[in-house]
């Protein structure tokens, strides 16, 4: 599994960059130990270089857009 650099491919691209430093990309399996989160085991990629991870949720994750702000509203108290 390697993946992508600075683009949307995604998994299963040719590249083996790292999108934060440009390093070198690893596959490594990771365990779940808290059980927090289906499967238990995954397989994701580390940079040897910055140790940035990004597995499928990750990538999952980064495509969904933030929030929109709530239109006038703050979080400072008026005064």
């Known amino acids: 599994m390697e993946f992508y650099s600075n683009t949307?491919?995604?998994?299963?691209?040719?590249?083996?960059?790292?999108?934060?430093?440009g390093g070198y990309?690893?596959?490594?399996?990771?365990?779940?130990?808290?059980?927090?989160?289906?499967p238990l085991r995954t397989v994701?990629?580390?940079?040897?270089n910055c140790g940035?991870?990004?597995?499928?949720?990750?990538?999952h994750h980064q495509k969904i857009p933030p929030p929109r702000p709530i239109k006038g509203g703050s979080h400072a108290p008026d005064r």
């Open 25 to 38: 990309l690893v596959k490594e399996d990771f365990v779940d130990l808290v059980g927090t989160c289906e």
């Open 8 to 21: 949307e491919q995604g998994i299963g691209s040719q590249r083996n960059a790292c999108v934060r430093c």
């Open 44 to 48: 994701a990629c580390r940079c040897m």
């Open 52 to 59: 940035n991870i990004v597995d499928e949720l990750i990538l």
